[in-house]
């Protein structure tokens, strides 16, 4: 029973810092190829240091704070849902991937999630969300990009705090 609290413990705490370094990289208002690519990287690295349920939960809540903060504008409100599905692909794509613990099985997964997600969302802005084409295009290529990108920075960092972290 202590194994399983101890457990349940780690999984809040390193959860909660992985969210509150997501909320760091969306409070500092950077343009959204920096900020999409640090927090998808962000969630990456919360599913391969946590679980996928961590990255999850995360992915859940990012869209909602890029709302509120004005990173997403107010036009593009109908596509949280979207959002929130997509960074679920995302993670769960890659976490399935990751699984074989092998660098060319993780970069597959993080293409394979990525490409999930632009279609998810590229195919949401086509067919049941109605946007202006200029708000429309962000749910498109720029998706993609900042989300195969964030990949890369995960792996980069997966290693080095993965080393810290004793995982």
């Known amino acids: 029973m202590k194994r399983e609290g101890a457990n349940a413990i780690r999984w809040i705490t390193r959860t909660a810092l992985l969210f509150a370094l997501v909320l760091v990289v969306q409070m500092l208002g950077m343009p959204q190829i920096l900020t999409g690519t640090l927090v998808n990287a962000l969630l990456l690295l919360a599913t391969s240091l946590v679980g996928i349920t961590s990255g999850v939960v995360i992915g859940f809540f990012t869209p909602w704070v890029a709302l509120s903060r004005g990173i997403l504008p107010p036009l593009l409100a109908p596509m949280i849902p979207f959002i929130m599905g997509g960074n679920a692909l995302l993670v769960v794509i890659f976490a399935l991937w990751m699984r074989k613990k092998s660098l060319p099985y993780e970069v597959v997964g993080i293409v394979l999630g990525a490409g999930a997600k632009y279609l998810l969302l590229s195919q949401a802005v086509r067919f049941l ?20 990108l964030g990949g890369v920075v995960a792996l980069l960092l997966h290693h080095v705090v993965g080393k810290a972290l004793q995982i």
């Open 129 to 148: 969300v109605e946007l202006p084409p200029p708000v429309a295009r962000m749910m498109q290529i720029p998706q993609l990009f900042t989300a195969l």
